[in-house]
């Protein structure tokens, strides 16, 4: 097998030991990217940032490599890079591209990075067809909600804890925000006061709205079924 | 053919050449006419503001004239008047006939002019159910939930800018306040203070609120399907 | 026939035209009844006012006479008090027999009142039924809407006025707060502040919130089903 | 029969007028306490909220004590200790153990008390099977609706009263927050402050939002249901 084939294989594999390994440590590297964005929205000493920094800098560089690696041993590279992942990809590379010019701003699409996840849970989906388990189903309902909540909170914070950072003081304030809304509770004491999130709560609503009701819906109603199966 | 026919004919095709032109001009200009009411709700230059007022009185010497070339070929003058589109045209060209009058009052009526665009859309589903494509339907549900939006927003834009201009101050506040409440979230950032505010989002609420989670509802289902079909 | 079975014929009666003239005219005063408190809640000089006081005390007057005949010509008395209607029209003449203790308290309950509507209603809903005709469904469905929000209206109006006057003003701002809070959009612009307020909207929730989308949604749906059918 | 099995038999025993009377007290001590909770959120004098945490002490010591005689003639310890009315038993009896140290937190848990209620309230659906009684089924819907309200009731105030007195002030205030928040009626009147009380409502929100009204909706289809049957 050639080099470029293997790599492909290696990528996209997650049965060999070699396969999960790989995937499983880009998993872990998304989650710990998203972990230190939220840590940098509370109040931390200078030293600490610093270092959560570099780290942060440090995993966008492997990404970079990695989509890089991804695009030379593509068989099509057109037909790649016009894919769903590649794009979602790229994205979460773009503050490393662009990041002499203006930081602030595209650091926002970095939460599209969480996205990459769904390839692997979906690889896990196909598994599970074949097992047959239920908790699988339940597992990437759960995963649904959290990304789509995780992203929105993460977009919702970058354009409104600049202009409006008593109310989006912290990382909790955002989630907080995306689920009120998202559930249609909507109390109104965290709202957002620029045109700019005014939009993006609008996009928020209007693509997230029917999603959230119906995956919790899904979700509660599987596991009350699960649970009268156990009883019975 | 005799001129009354072909003039029908034409106001109404949209497979021939001249048919689609004329009715694609329309269009045109019913979409420039709602850009322009848009526009003079932002803070901008009293010469562009005049020279947009000129384009929308001519807009509406148009829209009066073609009403009453329907009019003049219509084989059954009276069932034509009573006629549904009839009635949302001669609506749209009413701050015309009462101009001198009073003209801030009438011109909410403008905002229905935008609802001419679903004999279009009409025309194009038939045409899309020859070719069976699902992509029609999806602009038709997209269109649907714009037209709703937007002329709500009009209309409590009209009703409540002049009371409350802090907070309806752009239509964009006025769009926000619409989706915010047809969706059920109601931060309350955005209401109404006078009594015919109020009564206008009453109507909003009784008359939108099953419309757009069902619509918003069809169109995730729909878009969900058919990315697991895509998939498959 | 005994005057005894004739007084309740005509009492029940819709169809010969003296049945549907005493009908029609308890109708007529439930729904002036109504409208008088509507126009109490308004600043209105002080001799209106005191005509209206003596409407309205008429009024209750006739219905105390009519509740009276109803009694003494039922067949069976005491399954006739046990029943829906009579202990609607029991409450709604309540303030005249408690007048002279403490009227304020229990004019809430002369809201009920229009709860007695519904006979007249589901009298021509069996007509209906006969000619199948779908608009008397809608009007049902329309009627049903309309009560809800109006006896709640008045319940919570009569709770929150006297201890809240700038934000519950008048009827319609009791409208308002009906609506949004049984749609869900709660916009919390207009909310109760006393106890009794706050438990009063926990009955609106609780009892009316499945009641307000489902019947909005049923009439939307037929609305849409009649137009697909009268295009096609 | 041994006297382990005898207990055993009596603690889970609903037809018996010994079983009966047992587990009749048990369900009257599980509400007392909860009345006792909501009593106390209340401005009351001294010496009767003395009276009330010593009643309040003594039920703790004989759920401890009922706990243990349950654990003692459980045929399987280890599975019993991880049974699901286990571990709320245990919990219900926490502030009890723990007492000493820090009583205000781990009060918390005493709420889930009341979930004790469920066991018997299925006992009674199992006998409401063979009457086929329709009203059992909608007693199961009220009290888990009940149930809900309380337990998330009784959560957000004993997290957000000490941080928010004025807002959070009795126990009716808690309900209306959880009732206002589960049906996303969301005023935002009454909302947490603390990081601790956005957090109880982000869970509050995503458990409770499908139940509340797909309970209430089967609550009323099925009473609209019924009163139709009893028309017919």
């Given at each position: 097998?050639?080099?470029?084939?293997?790599?492909?294989?290696?990528?996209?594999?997650?049965?060999?030991?070699?396969?999960?390994?790989?995937?499983?440590?880009?998993?872990?590297?998304?989650?710990?990217?998203?972990?230190?964005?939220?840590?940098?929205?509370?109040?931390?000493?200078?030293?600490?940032?610093?270092?959560?920094?570099?780290?942060?800098?440090?995993?966008?560089?492997?990404?970079?490599?990695?989509?890089?690696?991804?695009?030379?041993?593509?068989?099509?590279?057109?037909?790649?890079?016009?894919?769903?992942?590649?794009?979602?990809?790229?994205?979460?590379?773009?503050?490393?591209?662009?990041?002499?010019?203006?930081?602030?701003?595209?650091?926002?699409?970095?939460?599209?990075?969480?996205?990459?996840?769904?390839?692997?849970?979906?690889?896990?989906?196909?598994?599970?067809?074949?097992?047959?388990?239920?908790?699988?189903?339940v597992a990437r309902i759960l995963f649904t909600?959290?990304?789509?909540?995780?992203?929105?909170?993460?977009?919702?914070?970058?354009?409104?804890?600049?202009?409006?950072?008593?109310?989006?003081?912290?990382?909790?304030?955002?989630?907080?925000?995306?689920?009120?809304?998202?559930?249609?509770?909507?109390?109104?004491?965290?709202?957002?006061?620029?045109?700019?999130?005014?939009?993006?709560?609008?996009?928020?609503?209007?693509?997230?709205?029917?999603?959230?009701?119906?995956?919790?819906?899904?979700?509660?109603?599987?596991?009350?079924?699960?649970?009268?199966?156990?009883?019975?």
């Amino acid at each position: 097998m050639p080099i470029k084939e293997k790599i492909a294989f290696y990528l996209e594999d997650i049965e060999t030991p070699l396969g999960k390994l790989i995937n499983l440590s880009i998993t872990g590297l998304v989650l710990l990217s998203s972990v230190i964005f939220v840590i940098e929205t509370y109040p931390i000493p200078d030293y600490v940032r610093l270092n959560l920094e570099t780290i942060d800098w440090a995993i966008l560089l492997i990404f970079a490599y990695e989509y890089l690696l991804r695009l030379w041993c593509a068989p099509k590279r057109i037909k790649y890079i016009l894919s769903f992942y590649s794009i979602i990809d790229l994205i979460a590379i773009l503050p490393f591209l662009t990041g002499v010019v203006d930081i602030s701003f595209v650091r926002i699409f970095r939460w599209f990075r969480i996205l990459k996840l769904i390839r692997y849970i979906e690889g896990k989906t196909l598994f599970g067809k074949i097992s047959s388990e239920d908790s699988v189903i339940v597992a990437r309902i759960l995963f649904t909600l959290f990304t789509i909540i995780f992203v929105y909170s993460g977009l919702i914070y970058q354009v409104e804890h600049p202009v409006n950072p008593n109310v989006f003081a912290t990382f909790l304030d955002a989630v907080y925000f995306s689920v009120v809304t998202m559930t249609t509770v909507g109390f109104g004491d965290v709202t957002p006061s620029s045109q700019a999130g005014r939009l993006m709560t609008l996009l928020m609503i209007l693509t997230g709205i029917a999603l959230i009701p119906w995956q919790l819906g899904d979700l509660i109603k599987r596991l009350v079924k699960n649970a009268n199966q156990v009883e019975n």
